[in-house]
Each structure stands twice: as structure tokens, then as C-alpha cells.
């Protein structure tokens, strides 16, 4: 398994995009980073896309993705929670923010859309998808992904504290967790569910009790601004835990 970090941050910038995962070029989870980050021939590759939750910056290039497939005569197929299609046709993709991707054309649409359940695997273009809720301001849900020869990431899309219903559900080789702010802010993760580093290691402290061990962690959902002050603070929490705790950035690549 391949992984390529299109956007690794909550703010975007000329160095900085908002999240967004794809994996074997073909599956991605949330477009916040999505259309900027892949030419057109790349983005006619993909197979499939995967939305955590209906925040503006995990939903952002939907639209665009529909101008796209219209324009290149494809398809997408995307899927995720009713919560998050309804909030796409609500907002975004209603007739007058921009068009209704998802109903055009009526018999066969240029944007399908699947909607998943919480708890229940599916087979996505060949891996196996386990949709795993997790604990944020809007109902969300992290994926973790298997991949046909078995490899297993887990992303949690973002999320705040309490995660222990969590984790006996997944059996994650590498861990792709969201850490918003550093410990400054930790009385605001609690309250708008983001994690910050301290945050993070009472979470893979319950990990770690539930498994026995911690995968390989990669962090992320930063805030640019902040993000030096996150690096020494998760550079702390990795000799602590004796783990290994990266930041993601725009362009790396990992493997399984």
C-alpha cells in the first residue's frame, strides 16, 4: 500500500493544504487537498472517494470533482455517512452554490454516491473499507483500509478525545490521526473534539492497553501557525511513548 499526503493541514496556503489521503492513486479519503494536488489524467484514475464527516474543508473539492467529471465525461463514485449527501445537497451541491453533480444527469449521474454504515465493512475497488465513528462536533466516521494483500492502515479523520470503543474495532500497520494545536490548546480540543499532543498520548496510551503495542503514528490537521510548537511537543511524545509520531506534510510518501 501506497500513501501520498495531498493536504496535511486545517489552513491553506501556497505550502499548505487542507487534508486529504490517496492511496495506490486510486482511493482517496477527504478532498480538502484533493483537485490541486492531481492532474486531470490523475484524477481519472481514482476509484474511489471516501468522506469522513461534512466539514467544509474534508468536502471542499466535491464541487469541483463534479465540474470535472462533467466536463471529462468520467464518473466518481463517492462515499460516506447520509449526514455527509446531505449536507452536500443542502449546501454545496444544490442548484445554486454550484450544480446538482449528484442528480445529473438523472438516470446516470456524473457523481454516485453511496451511502455507507458505521460498523459495517464494504468492498471498495478492491479493499475492504471498515467505516469506525469516532468522536467529533459532527457525526464523523475514520476508515481503516485493507488493502488485497493485506496491508491495514487506519485513518481517523478528525476527532477529539475517547477513542477507547474505537480501537478494538481496527488492527491498524500504520496510524493517521488528526492533532490539531499543541497542549495550549487542550482545554479547546476538549470542547470542539480536536486532539492536541497530550491529548493524543492518553489516546495511545488506551491503544496501547487494547493491542499491546502502537503502529507506526503519523499526525495530521495542523495548524500551520502553530505547527512548530506541535513538532516539539509530538517529538517529546514520541521518546515518552518510545513510538514512532511524525508530522505529515504536503507531497510525502509512505508505504506499507
Known sequence: MKIRILGAHNCESTNTKLV???IDDVLVMDTGGLTSSLSFTDQQKLKAILLTHQHYDHIRDIPA????ALLYETKFNIYSTRAVRDAL???LLNGTVYARFLEKPEDN????????EPGKPVSIAGYVVLPVPVNHSVPTVGYQITSPDGKILFYTGDTGPGLAE???????????IEVT???RYEEFGRKMRHLTPSLLREELISFRKVKGHLPPIVTVHMNPRQEEEIVTEIARLAEEL???ITLAYEGQRLSL
Open 242 to 244: 518510545k513510538a514512532s
Open 65 to 68: 470533482m463534479g465540474m470535472n
Open 89 to 91: 445537497t443542502t449546501h
Open 109 to 116: 449521474p456524473h457523481l454516485n454516491f453511496t451511502i455507507i
Open 181 to 183: 494545536a499543541p497542549d
Open 20 to 22: 486529504s489521503l490517496l
Open 166 to 176: 474505537c480501537w478494538p474495532q481496527v488492527s491498524p500497520q500504520l496510524l493517521i
